[in-house]
């Protein structure tokens, strides 16, 4: 058996998300069916990272292994031919040790989170970003932002449905940056919580409008309590951005 890894972009818009779901296209069907296609074997695909409905990647990542023996590069393109007409394409593809897990041997996530802050809706970026009409303090929603960094119990910021085990969490980087219109959120960790990210966009929102002072943030988190969380952001602006493994 060879053992592949892929890295994957995708716009989520018109997905169920990554994960097979019982009605709608997901991404891990599409990636499966692909593989089918091209080399008649049914393979099953493990992925860094499980996306849900209407979110983007620039890298996520996947492996699956064959029993056949195929240069990485027929497997991106075969791969890249059969995905169409989705909205999904394979940037990369290398074979890899079988000890390599997409989910378990990954050491950092890194997500994007981007917020069109202005009056007119947006013509090219619909369902890419979270249109805020109301004037957004980016400089207050990092200060808040940095009170929250490190290793806490997440419990605000996870959704109800939520299945970890534990809602312990080291939140690596969380930093707020203005671009123009363009307000974007930019975290970091290990692994994330389910919603976790756009839980904390959704808080700082009410940050960058002058709802909350900069430390409710952190008394939100102290608090233990997702009736103190802010409204979840939409899933139309979250990118899974890549994710980083030992060299």
């Known amino acids: 058996m060879a053992r592949y890894r892929v890295t994957i972009e995708y716009d989520g ?26 080399s008649g074997e049914e393979a099953r695909t493990q992925t860094a990272g499980r996306t849900d409905a209407g979110v ?21 393109e075969a791969l890249n031919h059969h995905l169409r007409p989705h ?20 050491t950092a996530r890194h997500y ?8 007119a809706r947006p013509a090219l970026e619909a369902n890419r970003v979270w249109h805020v009409q109301i004037p957004l303090d980016a400089v207050a929603m990092h200060e ?24 312990i969490r ?13 307000v974007i959120v930019r975290a970091s ?3 994330f919580l389910h919603h976790q990210v756009r839980s904390l966009v959704g808080s700082l929102r009410l940050v960058g409008e002058g709802k909350w002072p900069v430390p409710e943030m952190r008394a939100a988190l102290d608090a233990q309590d997702r009736a103190r969380c802010g409204a979840l952001a939409p899933a139309a602006g979250l990118y899974l951005v890549s994710v980083d493994y030992p060299a």
């Not at 997901?26 to 593989?35: G, K, R």
């Not at 994007?112 to 009056?119: F, G, S, T």
């Not at 808040?144 to 997440?154: K, M, P, V």
């Open 112 to 119: 994007q989170y981007r917020i069109l802050n202005r009056r």
């Open 170 to 182: 080291s939140l690596d980087r969380l930093d707020v940056d203005r671009a123009g219109d363009h």
């Open 189 to 191: 960790a290990r692994s």
């Open 13 to 38: 818009t018109g997905l169920v998300g990554w994960q097979r779901q019982a009605q709608g296209m997901s991404v891990q069907e599409a990636l499966e069916t692909a593989i089918t296609r091209f």
């Open 56 to 76: 983007h990647a620039l890298g996520q990542v996947a492996h699956f292994d064959l029993s056949g023996q195929w240069k990485p590069f027929r497997v991106r």
């Open 87 to 106: 909205a999904i394409a394979v940037l990369e593809c290398a074979q890899v040790p079988d000890t390599f897990e997409a989910r378990f041997s990954a």
């Open 144 to 167: 808040a932002a940095q009170t929250i960094l490190g290793r806490h119990d997440f419990t605000t910021f996870r959704a109800a449905a939520c299945q970890a085990n534990s809602p």
